[in-house]
């Protein structure tokens, strides 16, 4: 049996199918994963990520710290609540995770981390912060969810405490409010609008509840890999990882190179990987044929492997299979992959494939 999360019950009570995720028991869906992905398509949907870690990095150093650890640059944050995506690399370039920071004031920064990855994220952070005056703080204490869709916000904001309401209601993309112990950011992995709710772990049940008697669907992780893989979002562990890095993971452009002499851990080995001719590319593929593209399906051109799947499944909202690929650096247009011994074509684009309910294919 795996780590529960405080909603566990909760979803029991919904009918949720709960399965082992990275480390815990989560729900895969509550009776239909295509009505889950379609409810935050065309309205509102929910999802417990309280398996994810927010940490809390603070004192007087903290802005220092973070950029000797990440690849891209807290220094670009200027307003209190703006968020930055970023890879936390080792210092052969590869992948360690890829997480959201907030900065709050120039000695409090706030970090939600991938569950499958926390404790060995919170090792390379204790170990990294040892010549740094900041504490490291996993907040066991407070649960976390996503509320995603065109209805979200509309759904969620009068449900949020009287004191928050007014600065959630204002935010922009990529932002946060907070108020005491509760903390919303306009952020999400599903291609939709809407907020990601962090607050004390002992509410989280009843917050739950009054989005689902306020229409909010309840969601699994069935559906919030279809969400993010036709969002064209990567997926730690099967999209990178520490033998990774983020020129050939689609996340070159979370990469600070300037200022040149701020020497974040891993940079060294990137500008060497930089310098490379044929690098890999990170591309989409649209299914030409009949079949469903899967996690690890080789990729052709003529007998030639030229590379492989990394994520792949039915896009619900295109109605066709797509996926996330490492390829060739040649690979510029097609190529074939290989289902069940039969070859069938690939259109290589440019995730993502949908964004806001629409088909950008």
Same mark, same amino acid.
């Given at each position: 049996?795996?780590?529960?999360?405080?909603?566990?019950?909760?979803?029991?009570?919904?009918?949720?199918?709960?399965?082992?995720?990275?480390?815990?028991?989560?729900?895969?869906?509550?009776?239909?994963?295509?009505?889950?992905?379609?409810?935050?398509?065309?309205?509102?949907?929910?999802?417990?990520?309280?398996?994810?870690?927010?940490?809390?990095?603070?004192?007087?150093?903290?802005?220092?710290?973070?950029?000797?650890?990440?690849?891209?640059?807290?220094?670009?944050?200027?307003?209190?609540?703006?968020?930055?995506?970023?890879?936390?690399?080792?210092?052969?370039?590869?992948?360690?995770?890829?997480?959201?920071?907030?900065?709050?004031?120039?000695?409090?920064?706030?970090?939600?981390?991938?569950?499958?990855?926390?404790?060995?994220?919170?090792?390379?952070?204790?170990?990294?912060? &040892?010549?740094?005056?900041?504490?490291?703080?996993? =907040?066991?204490?407070? #649960?976390? @969810? !996503?509320?995603? %869709?065109?209805? +979200? *916000?509309?759904?969620?904001?009068?449900?949020?405490?009287?004191?928050?309401?007014?600065?959630?209601?204002?935010?922009?993309?990529?932002?946060?409010?907070?108020?005491?112990?509760?903390?919303?950011?306009?952020?999400?992995?599903?291609?939709?609008?809407?907020?990601?709710?962090?607050?004390? &772990?002992?509410?989280?049940?009843?917050?739950?509840? =009054?989005?689902?008697? #306020?229409? @909010? !669907?309840?969601? %699994?992780?069935? +559906? *919030?890999?279809?969400?993010?893989?036709?969002?064209?979002?990567?997926?730690?562990?099967?999209?990178?990882?520490?033998?990774?890095?983020?020129?050939?993971?689609?996340?070159?452009?979370?990469?600070?190179?300037?200022?040149?002499?701020?020497?974040?851990?891993?940079?060294?080995?990137?500008?060497?990987?930089?310098?490379?001719?044929?690098?890999? =590319?990170?591309?989409?593929?649209?299914?030409?044929?009949? %079949?469903?593209?899967?996690?690890?399906?080789?990729?052709?051109?003529?007998?030639?492997?030229?590379?492989?799947?990394?994520?792949?499944?039915?896009?619900?909202?295109?109605?066709?299979?797509?996926?996330?690929?490492?390829?060739?650096?040649?690979?510029?247009?097609?190529?074939?992959?290989?289902?069940?011994?039969?070859?069938?074509?690939?259109?290589?684009?440019?995730?993502?494939?949908?964004?806001?309910?629409?088909?950008?294919?």
């Amino acid at each position: 049996m795996g780590k529960q999360t405080v909603l566990f019950d909760l979803h029991r009570q919904m009918g949720g199918r709960m399965v082992p995720f990275g480390g815990w028991d989560m729900p895969l869906h509550y009776g239909s994963q295509l009505e889950e992905h379609h409810a935050v398509r065309r309205e509102a949907g929910m999802f417990d990520v309280s398996h994810m870690t927010v940490v809390d990095i603070e004192g007087p150093r903290a802005g220092a710290f973070l950029r000797h650890l990440l690849a891209n640059d807290v220094a670009r944050l200027s307003q209190p609540g703006k968020a930055l995506y970023s890879c936390m690399l080792n210092p052969e370039g590869g992948v360690i995770d890829d997480l959201i920071t907030y900065f709050l004031n120039d000695e409090w920064y706030r970090m939600v981390v991938n569950a499958a990855t926390t404790e060995k994220d919170l090792a390379w952070l204790q170990q990294q912060a &040892a010549d740094f005056e900041v504490t490291v703080n996993p =907040r066991r204490d407070l #649960a976390m @969810v !996503a509320v995603q %869709g065109p209805q +979200a *916000r509309h759904r969620a904001l009068p449900l949020l405490p009287a004191g928050l309401r007014i600065a959630a209601s204002e935010l922009k993309p990529f932002f946060a409010a907070h108020d005491h112990d509760w903390f919303v950011g306009r952020t999400g992995y599903t291609g939709e609008d809407g907020f990601e709710v962090i607050l004390p &772990a002992g509410e989280a049940t009843g917050f739950w509840q =009054r989005l689902a008697d #306020a229409g @909010v !669907a309840p969601c %699994g992780l069935g +559906a *919030r890999d279809t969400l993010r893989l036709e969002a064209g979002m990567n997926l730690y562990g099967s999209d990178m990882d520490e033998g990774v890095s983020p020129l050939e993971a689609g996340l070159g452009w979370t990469i600070a190179w300037e200022p040149a002499e701020r020497a974040f851990i891993g940079r060294a080995a990137l500008e060497s990987k930089r310098e490379e001719t044929g690098l890999r =590319r990170f591309v989409g593929l649209v299914l030409e044929g009949r %079949g469903v593209l899967r996690n690890h399906q080789k990729l052709f051109l003529g007998e030639q492997v030229v590379g492989e799947i990394t994520s792949g499944g039915f896009a619900p909202t295109l109605e066709r299979s797509i996926a996330l690929a490492r390829v060739a650096a040649e690979i510029d247009e097609g190529c074939e992959v290989d289902i069940r011994g039969r070859r069938i074509p690939v259109r290589v684009v440019k995730p993502p494939f949908v964004r806001n309910g629409k088909s950008l294919i």
